[in-house]
């Protein structure tokens, strides 16, 4: 006998890991191979956030939370448009696909627009129900570089990774660390946002909406740039080096022209990707770590106080503290592995944080530092 | 050692002064023994001298260990204030003893106790929590920063509070100040029923809220932390099944917050951080939202900065020892510096991240309190709550369900009411409100028509659907099979078939073994006319083997998973567990090398088991780790000691049913499962449990079933020649009728194991005799009623011990104060006993004897007797750890639970012959009630149950032991009157002597038609009182009104027979009297001792000199 009903037929779908290990659970979302690198996420809630976060490009996504999709998705703009609304990090789901143990077929928070699952095949990327979530945390965390391919039961092709990636990204494991990833998720062209008493110039490096919108609601105009902009020619009145995915080591001339504009005067902030790019650019080394931290629950304190945050985070690479040059000092670092989390110039107003102020998901705790940053360049 | 300066600097071990809750009431209940026993750890951790003032005995934390001094004193600044004199203390700790602790603490700031002392308060600073507490004050301090708080007024007269309520707009919402558990708080839609709620909560405060009504919003919590350093952490949020309207204690609590979106989340969780950061606090406060369903739109409702139900629960959900981590705070740690004790490398400054669903149901006993409202409202009503843990909706709510209900059908069992009901019963809220939506939902209506009905989220109602859909495919897909009469036939007809990942389905969404065999058979049933045979709770159990082995077959079992606050992301060495079938692989647990013992906790928290079993089971579990055993302990109730992280080897916070006992069997290989622990509901699963295959430790399966079955028990008895009251297993109407032509009335009636007297009835004639059967199951073979002699005018004697191979190895003597008739759990008890005859005892103590021999008794027991001159009878025999254990254990300083564990493993434990000689003191418990709550019920004691608690304290004489025990009941010295209505003729006669005891301390009279005249005719002056309502101008008052006016404080109304009556005059003396907060006294023996004594100790509460609970003796 069977129990299914009438709508309960999915379609199967696998993930292959580069360790060998084989696991099916049920398709949503398109029928469509990706492959990518395994990472997670413990965050309980933002998951649209996450998947649209540039940031995960290339990366096949777990959710440790086993319950996603719970209030749905709500309606995302075709492009960024202000005023940016809110649920979403980008115009586009950035993950290479999402695995999840449950999801909510049905969705009914007054903000939703649709279910995870209509959006995610409206987004072109597939992802799998079902499996043991739990269980693949455990093994990304035995094999930091754990590679995975998500292959439908009858796939109708390949995930669009876009034109310069998608016919690797097709053919066995993608591995992006080993590619110029930032290029895929920044923005093509130099652009003007907001109106404002000062100019951010924002290096786009795959920059999370929220950053843009922080910038927006503290009185910032924004010129978003590309991230191999001629920063040379850029007029601002201070630099915001972006979050972005991939190894650091990665992102080409963007180090060179920001070792340039450290020798300056104007006030630079580096989130994530951006904080690893300004010690690179100091002369810093930046390490891949063991293991990364993928949560909304990562401590961390500043140095030389006893105050601690709690930030929303997501990074594999980490700053090398012993590389850090005299002028430079660490700012923040984090209450467990007491890795660095932020770093500082001793005399001009430089800084960079690896966890994310702008939260989204997560916890809003380091606002203050979007203030602080802010204010100096206001004054 | 502490890093407050203040006690660093002091040279010594600083004493730190811990105050307790007192005994479990609804809204302070076990959790504040979670969350006591862990300060205390902390405390001893960090080199303090623990002195802890807490009557209640049943607890963990009373334990009188090394360095914990134990005050078994009421929680008030009186007596505190003595205790302090006594110890002289350097700081106060008052954050883990709930409200009440909170009041006490305030009380010896107002009045200069610290100061005066020089006690220093940890935590949050006493001008902080009064603006907590006020609600004023606290609204006016959330303007100040910003938070949104919904229009309210603090009134202090019925006038100022209708003219608030007609400014700020029915419906409104009335809150009483300084309250536990939302006490005198309820919606009014008008000005009738403002009246009705605003009257009796300025009785008992001072002051009253009139708030905004937000009915239907979403009802969110956080649980968060702050420390000296101004470091905020949020442990967890948890969210209401049942929107706002429902106190939060009556509500399903579902943790993490499911239907919140990440702004939402963060948009709170800021609200939270920025309200503590404004406050000061210093350790743990929780933070109650309402939230718009429809937009962003938020109100702070109010903020409790202590420890809390709520934080019990947030710590069993997240894993994060919140009450342990909170003392450290309070003592001054950062939060930065400390380590979180689940992961043993990560900091106790983070936030828990959670890879599963928790959900808390409340457990109601409204059935047992006659005449108690069922709605559920603002004040909050249950009496204890399960956690389930799963990672699916389903699965955990499944879970939940056969947790509560101890059913193993689960939520299929209750699928009775009919559509016509079902609008008025989703519209009403009330105790059975959750079972309405599922028949909504199996009679097909849509989401939307429910959610309309009830406002609760439509996606918890979609997930429920998800059950009755699964439900009616079992059920369509049996029914489709016919039924050849043999049930495993069919059974294996049925879902021989199924194919793994459709078991796994129904496993995920959580589906018991035992709900699936019992929807198949009932299909059968309704398919076939042949098949009449009654769906019996056996033929389920055995249906359910062979779902069980089906499903085994194709591989599908439950997954054993880690709670480990942060989902896998660092490695932990965790042992708090749970299983699902959400998953493919068990987490690794790591091998102690040691040999595994299973301990069966008590499940929920209810009438007749409580706080007391958690102690044997902690108990056992420490003795076990002592031996060197691995200590595996089954629980699901989150207010327990037993689910701490560090009260087992191995904790799997799961259900306590045969199939998941069997399933973690089934991992551990365990030498043997302790059931005799846990009261009632292990003993009840100890003989399908050793049917499985199981080895019970202590008891044998045999010696089990002869004290549980009425006719072995009484068998025994008679081949012993010891005496039993008359009875009869009764499965026919001639039955009953041929016995009482036998022994005449009154008799008492009840169902075959029984359960704190669920359903028992006195009956004193014919007509209550009818009463009283169609209130029992039906009557049949399965279901056999027992009927039995009623004695009046016995007396109750308990023997509790322990006995190895049917001999005893020490056993303990205690006395009933009631005479009998008054349920056990509800009667004052005394040990030693203070007014048998020596050859009373001698008889008690052979007949125990014999009956150990005969039982073969291996392990904790309880023997009850009736005692008439030196004539002894026996009602019963738990051949299991009872109630009164860690009273008597703590009195005659013996360990009762630890040396029947020491026993049952088979070591030789110390003991004492008759540990109740030779004491220096005398212990009195007395029972703890909760009518405030009940809007309804009757006051009364009789054979049912109606305690939800109890306080144990000791004195040098039984004067003094008693006059304390019932204060901390609260039953009080009178200052201004006594109120008597005595009913029987004999009883008056007895309410002579107390007569003269209050006469003497000038205490005025006032007595009913009946007493009075009877008063007056012995020649005591006495103030004659008209029935209520019928007080006349110029004639005797009403009686209600003296009691409304405050004319008397104490009130003695001993009904005229022990059977349920309607609602009665008598009824309506002891509700006001409830009601308006005077002590109530319904029993004659318990009165004529506390008159005595108070009569003796006429100045008790200034020269009594407080003696600490000496050690257990070794």
């Known amino acids: ?379 | 050692m502490p890093i407050r300066s203040e006690l660093k600097t002091l040279g010594r071990a600083p004493k730190v002064l811990l105050l307790g809750s007192g005994g479990l009431s609804i809204g302070q209940a076990g959790e504040f023994d979670y969350s006591g026993t862990q300060a205390v750890k902390a405390l001893l951790e960090e080199g303090c001298e623990v002195i802890l003032v807490n009557p209640n005995i049943a607890t963990v934390q009373t334990n009188p260990e090394k360095n914990v001094k134990v005050y078994l004193y009421p929680v008030e600044a009186d007596w505190v204030e003595k205790v302090i004199a006594a110890e002289h203390p350097d700081a106060i700790v008052a954050g883990f003893g709930g409200q009440t602790a909170l009041n006490c603490l305030i009380e010896l700031h107002d009045r200069n106790i610290l100061a005066k002392y020089n006690v220093l308060n940890l935590g949050t600073s006493v001008a902080t929590l009064k603006m907590t507490e006020d609600r004023d004050l606290f609204a006016h301090k959330m303007r100040e920063i910003g938070m949104p708080v919904p229009s309210s007024k603090a009134v202090t007269t019925l006038v100022a509070a209708e003219k608030a309520a007609a400014d700020i707009g029915y419906p409104v919402i009335v809150r009483a100040a300084y309250a536990l558990g939302g006490l005198g708080s309820g919606f009014a839609s008008n000005a009738k029923e403002l009246a009705s709620l605003v009257v009796p909560a300025l009785a008992n405060s001072p002051q009253v809220l009139i708030e905004k009504s937000l009915k239907g919003w979403k009802e969110v919590e956080y649980e968060v932390m702050r420390d000296g350093e101004g470091n905020i952490i949020t442990i967890c949020n948890m969210e209401n099944f049942d929107p706002l309207g429902i106190h939060t204690g009556d509500s399903i609590v579902v943790c993490p917050s499911q239907t919140l979106s990440d702004d939402e989340y963060q948009i709170l969780r800021n609200a939270a951080q920025q309200i503590v950061e404004a406050c000061a606090i210093v350790g743990e406060c929780n933070v109650q939202y309402a939230l718009d369903p429809f937009s962003h739109q938020f109100f702070v409702i109010e903020i409790n900065a202590r420890l809390s139900r709520s934080s019990a629960l947030a710590s069993k959900a997240s894993g994060y020892p919140i009450a342990y981590v909170a003392a450290k705070v309070v003592l001054g740690h950062d939060l930065l510096e400390l380590i979180n004790p689940v992961t043993g490398v990560t900091y106790a400054y983070f936030e828990p991240a959670l890879d599963y669903v928790t959900i808390k149901v409340p457990r109601w006993d409204l059935v047992k309190f006659r005449g108690a409202s069922r709605l559920l409202g603002s004040t909050m009503k249950s009496v204890g709550e399960i956690m389930a843990i799963g990672r699916s909706f389903p699965e955990a709510i499944q879970k939940a369900i056969r947790m509560v209900t101890e059913h193993g059908e689960g939520l299929s069992a209750f699928s009775q009411t009919s559509e016509s009901e079902l609008a008025a019963a989703l519209a009403n809220p009330t105790d059975t409100r959750f079972y309405a939506v599922l028949n909504a939902l199996r009679h097909s209506w849509d989401i939307e028509k429910i959610h309309a009905l009830t406002a609760i989220d439509k996606w918890f109602l979609a997930n429920l659907r998800e059950i009755t859909t699964l439900e009616q495919r079992v059920s369509e897909a049996a029914g489709r099979t016919t039924h050849h009469g043999d049930d495993q036939a069919y059974l294996n007809a049925v879902f021989g078939e199924l194919d793994a990942p459709m078991w796994r389905r129904l496993k995920s969404a959580g589906f018991g073994d035992e709900q699936i065999a019992a929807l198949a058979l009932k299909a059968s049933t309704e398919n076939s006319e042949k098949l009449t045979q009654k769906l019996s709770e056996k033929r389920v159990q055995i249906g359910s083997r062979v779902v069980r082995e089906l499903r085994k077959q194709k591989g599908v079992v439950p997954l054993i998973k880690k709670i480990d606050t942060t989902a896998g992301e660092y490695p932990s060495p965790s042992n708090y567990l749970y299983m699902s079938y959400v998953g493919m692989f068990s987490d690794q647990l790591p091998d102690d090398g040691k040999k595994p013992i299973v301990v069966l906790g008590s499940g929920a928290y209810r009438i007749g088991t409580s706080v007391e079993f958690d102690w044997c089971a902690v108990s056992c579990s420490r003795e076990l780790q002592k031996a060197g055993w691995r200590s595996v302990i089954i629980n699901c109730n989150p207010e327990t000691v037993s689910t701490d992280y560090n009260s087992s080897d191995r904790l799997y916070f799961e259900e306590m049913t045969l199939e998941r006992i069997l399933d973690i069997c089934e991992a551990e290989q365990p030498t043997g499962v302790i059931a005799c622990m846990g009261g009632q509901l292990p003993n009840k699963l100890a003989l399908p449990l050793a049917a499985a295959g199981v080895r019970l430790l202590g008891h044998s399966p045999e010696t089990i079933d002869k004290a549980e079955n009425r006719s072995l028990f009484s068998a025994i008895l008679d081949k012993l020649g010891i005496d039993q009251p008359r009875w009869v297993a009764a499965t026919s109407q001639a039955d009953v009728e041929k016995f009482i032509s036998e022994v005449g009335f009154p008799v008492l009636i009840r169902p075959s194991y029984v359960l704190s007297g669920a359903a028992m009835r006195v009956a004193f004639d014919s007509e209550s005799l009818a009463q009283s059967l169609a209130l029992a199951v039906d009557i049949s073979t399965d279901y056999p009623v027992v009927i039995s002699e009623f004695l009046l005018g016995a007396r109750e004697i308990e023997l509790d011990g322990v006995a190895k191979d049917g001999e005893i190895l020490t056993a303990v003597v205690s006395e009933h104060i009631e005479n009998a008739g008054v349920h056990s759990g509800d009667a004052t008890m005394v040990v030693p006993a203070q007014r048998l005859y020596v050859e009373t005892v001698r008889r008690v103590r052979a007949a125990a004897r014999l009956i150990a021999r005969g039982l073969n008794l291996n392990g904790p027991f309880n023997i009850q007797f009736l005692a008439r001159q030196n004539h002894i009878k026996v009602i019963e025999c738990n051949a299991r750890a009872a109630r009164s254990f860690p009273f008597v254990s703590k009195v005659v300083g013996l360990n009762l639970a630890d040396a029947a564990t020491a026993s049952i493993i088979g070591n030789k434990p110390a003991l004492l012959r008759f540990p109740e000689d030779d004491l220096p003191h005398v212990g009195v418990k007395a029972p703890m009630f909760s009518f405030t709550r009940l809007a309804g019920a009757d006051p009364v004691l009789g054979v049912e149950m109606a305690s939800t608690g109890e306080v144990g304290c000791i004195g040098r004489s039984f004067d003094e032991a008693l006059l304390l025990s019932l204060e901390a009941a609260k039953c009080r010295r009178p200052k201004k009157g006594v109120l008597v209505s005595a009913g029987p003729e004999s009883e008056k006669l007895k309410f002579l002597e107390c007569a003269s005891f209050f006469t003497k301390m000038q205490l005025p009279l006032y007595a009913t038609a009946g007493t009075a005249d009877y008063l007056e005719k012995h020649g005591f002056a006495v103030e004659r009182l008209a029935w209520p309502a019928e007080g006349a101008e110029g004639g005797p008052v009403d009686v209600i009104r003296v009691i409304k006016e405050g004319l008397v404080d104490l009130v003695i109304n001993v009904p005229k027979a022990l059977h349920h009556q309607e609602l009665s005059y008598g009824a309506q003396i002891r509700q006001a009297a409830v009601q308006f907060g005077c002590s109530l006294l319904t029993n004659m023996e318990a009165t004529i001792a506390f008159a005595q004594a108070l009569g003796r100790y006429p100045d008790f509460a200034s020269s009594h000199e407080v003696i600490a609970l000496p050690p257990y003796r070794s």
């Open chain 1, 1 to 379: 006998m069977s129990f299914k009903g009438p709508k309960d037929d999915r379609q199967q779908c696998t993930l292959m890991l580069s360790d060998g290990g084989r696991f099916t659970g049920d398709l949503i979302g398109a029928p469509l191979r990706a492959s990518g690198q395994m990472v997670f996420t413990t965050g309980m809630v933002g998951y649209s956030e996450a998947m649209t976060d540039p940031s995960y490009f290339g990366q096949i996504l777990v959710f440790t939370y086993p319950l996603i999709g719970n209030y749905g998705i709500p309606s995302l703009p075709r492009a960024l448009e202000l005023p940016i609304p809110h649920g979403f990090e980008s115009d586009r789901v950035n993950a290479a696909a999402v695995i999840l143990a449950i999801d909510s077929p049905e969705a009914f928070h007054w903000n939703s627009f649709q279910s995870l699952h209509t959006w995610l095949a409206q987004q072109g990327v597939p992802g799998i129900v079902g499996l043991d979530t739990r269980h693949l945390v455990h093994l990304i965390r035995q094999s930091p570089n754990l590679l995975g391919r998500v292959i439908p039961g009858e796939s109708s092709g390949t995930r669009d990774y876009g034109p310069k990636l998608t016919a690797v990204a097709s053919e066995g494991f993608f591995d992006p660390s080993q590619h110029d990833i930032v290029d895929a998720v920044s923005v093509k062209e130099r652009r003007l946002l907001g109106k404002g008493k000062v100019r951010i110039g924002l290096v786009d490096c795959g920059v999370k909406w929220n950053i843009i919108r922080q910038l927006l609601e503290r009185g910032c105009e924004v010129e978003l740039l590309p991230w191999d902009t001629d920063l040379a020619s850029v007029d601002c009145s201070a630099w915001l080096l972006s979050n972005g995915p991939g190894d650091p080591l990665r992102t080409g001339n963007l180090c060179n022209q920001v070792a340039q504009l450290i020798e300056g005067d104007r006030p630079i902030l580096g989130i994530c990707l951006g904080h690893q790019i300004l010690a690179l650019a100091a002369g810093a080394k930046t390490l891949r770590m063991q293991y990364g931290h993928r949560s909304h629950n990562q401590p961390v304190y500043q140095v030389n106080t006893r105050r601690g945050c709690i930030t929303s985070q997501n990074h594999g690479y980490v700053v090398d503290e012993h590389s850090l040059p005299e002028a430079w000092e660490p700012w923040f670092r984090n209450a467990n592995d007491q890795t660095i989390e932020g770093i500082r110039h001793k005399i001009k107003p430089f800084r960079s944080v690896q966890f994310h102020p702008e939260a989204a998901g997560g916890p809003r705790d380091t606002g203050w530092i979007l203030d602080q940053f802010v204010n100096e360049v206001m004054t």
